[in-house]
């Protein structure tokens, strides 16, 4: 009996020297959280498991600083062992919805969510979960009517107050969403979280000094808040204080020299003080670090563009790296980003050899005149061998019989653009990753646009301080449409808008979306909003030659012209951008007869000719307008805000 009682007692004993430290370590963990020290609280959760695989609330904290890590697999893994342990707790299952929606699996979050409120139709965790999942789901208006029943209901709640900002910020409302941050700021004076919101709300209505003077109150009181920290640097650059904004950023890359964000930054802010020089020994720093940092290699490379000399080294350099990728796209059939590659490095280093391999997939894409242009380039610059020389040889005959000899034209001669677009970004737009993100990705587009064969795009400054100094530009500088460029993205996602307005009146012409996640997203998104724009436009050429019935138009197989299309033919110089839309008007009288295409090459198409009215008033010179069911939509954005979803999950 003794030995029994002396056996549970070490038994309990033993049992006892295990909980104590495991509690230990998971108290510890809190006090990491407290901190947002999520790696050394990751450390104690895991020390605490170790010694109790059963403690739920260390499961459920291990889940919760993955979640903050954006480690979502493992935090689901996690939260879903914590909900075994702890089936009852809400807290755990609102923990999973929130995991759910960050890795997209959002049918699995409503069930679950809708499960909870089910329950507790008032619990607060599962009410903002539900608004999180109106925002994956691309409905910010519902979630905005959900926070706002919500606040009625906990008027004083700093989350509520602030999510109803930022939602209504995105939806346009900044006056309003002004009005819910003061609430909490009023409500929760000494949080620096509360600050750190007010600050970005602030800086997103324009009211960079109030941003400022926020921002600071945050890091008083929370010195060293990285996201505050980084955020002011962003403020800095704004307000023009470019050298303050390259220290903070300094400071930024000596905590983590992988912040890719702090040495983008303190490239552009080099730039803006006019030292190219130094920028670019920056941005080639950081690109060493991050080689596909887009937005990083785009600053670096249009800076090489427009301050060093064609014989640079450097430019060769970097084209080098777009001829790798292309070839490396080519070997998977990607043409379209073959094709981006090539053009990118040619624009860096135009007198490359690599320019037979562009020439080579023109070839292959059906365009034999556009591939013989680039080997006759090639030839004046004296890069021809035999092989060269041989095909040059082949191509000239072959293309013997092609309708440009029959009508003896030159095509390169005749190609003419008819649309003249300007590209603007609001000076200080920027995202929450990059500062003048609008301003990059409207190069981007520009540089898009320029292998477009039906717009021509304007080289003005992307920069521009307001709406009004933007329209004076395009309108004054003869631009038929003017494009006013912003962006939104996070870690993972970009979505770029383009706002499209009437060169001539200011008036709004239409509205393009484009969002794409993973690699290469900034170029794929930039390429997004070109299609959509590019396919609206009405396609213009010129009637160049006629002959009887017959005549020769300027557009071709590769500005997408088909056989059997029928084009109005109108008075030269009489065609007026409509005031409003993407359209041309003219009036039946203007109207002198149609075209319709019999045969098309590749640079220009044969056709016949019907007059309109008694008399044949049909001229070479005259516009051919073909802009049947053509007219601008606004294009439907089918992806939810990729800033607003990251304000949101890092707001604890």
């Known amino acids: 009996m003794r030995l029994i009682i002396l056996f549970l007692f070490l038994s309990f004993s033993l049992n006892l020297e295990a909980q104590v430290p495991a509690q230990a370590y998971f108290e510890r963990g809190r006090s990491h959280m407290a901190e947002e020290n999520w790696y050394s609280a990751v450390e104690s959760f895991l020390e605490c498991l170790r010694i109790n695989p059963a403690h739920a609330e260390a499961t459920a904290a291990l889940a919760e600083c993955y979640y903050e890590l954006a480690e979502f697999d493992e935090a689901l893994n996690w939260v ?37 409120l089910t329950r507790e139709p008032y619990n607060r965790e599962a009410l903002f979960a539900a608004g999180e999942l109106d925002i994956a789901r691309n409905r910010p208006s519902e979630a905005m009517i959900r926070y706002r029943e919500a606040v009625r209901r906990y008027p004083d709640d700093r989350r509520l107050l602030i999510s109803l900002a930022l939602v209504t910020l995105s939806l346009g409302d900044g006056d309003t969403a002004l009005t819910y941050i003061n609430t909490a700021l009023t409500q929760h004076a000494g949080d620096y979280r509360v600050y750190y919101y007010a600050a970005y709300i602030y800086s997103m209505n324009n009211r960079v000094t109030d941003a400022i003077r926020y921002a600071e109150r945050a890091l008083y009181f929370r010195p ?25 950023c300094d400071i930024a890359i000596a905590n983590n020299r992988q912040d890719m964000s702090a040495w983008y930054l303190k490239g552009l802010s080099f730039i803006r003080l006019g030292r190219n020089q130094e920028a670019i020994t920056i941005l080639t720093t950081a690109i060493s670090i991050n080689e596909h940092d887009e937005f990083i290699r785009a600053i670096l490379e249009e800076t090489l563009i427009s301050s060093t000399n064609l014989e640079d080294p450097r430019r060769a350099r970097y084209a080098l790296w777009h001829f790798n990728r292309a070839r490396s796209f080519r070997q998977r059939n990607q043409v379209e980003q073959a094709l981006f590659e090539y053009r990118r490095g040619l624009r860096l280093n135009p007198f490359a050899p690599d320019r037979r391999e562009y020439a080579e997939l023109l070839r292959v894409q059906g365009y034999p005149a556009r591939y013989l242009e680039e080997l006759l380039f090639l030839q004046d610059q004296g890069e021809a061998d035999r092989s060269l020389n041989d095909a040059v040889e082949a191509y000239s005959s072959l293309l013997s019989n092609a309708l440009f000899r029959q009508w003896q034209v030159n095509p390169v001669d005749l190609a003419e653009r008819h649309w003249k677009v300007a590209v603007f970004s609001m000076a200080g737009q920027s995202s929450f990753y990059h500062a003048d993100a609008g301003s990059v990705a409207a190069g981007v587009i520009r540089e898009l646009f320029v292998h477009d064969r039906n717009i021509m795009p304007m080289n003005l400054e992307h920069r521009q301080a307001s709406f009004s100094q933007a329209f004076r530009l395009a309108r004054e500088s003869g631009a038929d449409y003017f494009l006013m460029i912003s962006v939104t993205e996070n870690e993972r996602d970009i979505s770029i808008k383009a706002e499209a307005f009437v060169g001539r009146t200011g008036s709004p012409a239409g509205t393009f979306h484009s969002f794409r996640t993973g690699t290469d997203r900034l170029r794929e998104a930039s390429r997004g909003i070109v299609t959509q724009l590019s396919s609206v436009m009405p396609i213009r050429g010129r009637l160049l030659i006629r002959r009887q019935g017959q005549a020769l138009i300027n557009k071709g197989r590769a500005d997408g012209i088909q056989q059997g299309a029928v084009f109005d033919i109108v008075k030269r110089g009489r065609p007026q951008v409509a005031n409003e839309g993407i359209r041309l008007v003219y009036n039946n009288d203007e109207l002198v007869g149609t075209f319709t295409i019999t045969s098309v090459d590749e640079e220009i198409a044969i056709g016949t000719l019907v007059r309109n009215g008694f008399f044949d008033r049909i001229e070479p010179g005259d516009e051919i307008i073909l802009q049947t069911a053509r007219e601008a939509r606004p294009a439907v954005e089918t992806a939810a805000n990729p800033e607003l979803r990251a304000l949101l999950r890092t707001l604890r």
């Open 224 to 248: 060293g808040h990285l996201a505050s920290q980084s955020l002011m640097a962003t403020l800095r650059y704004r307000n023009g204080q470019y050298e303050e904004a390259a220290r903070l």
């Open 80 to 116: 879903r062992r914590a909900r075994q342990l702890a089936r009852g707790n809400m807290s755990v299952a609102n923990l999973e919805v929130f995991t759910l929606i960050a890795l997209g699996q959002l049918d699995a979050a409503t069930v679950l969510v809708t499960e909870i």
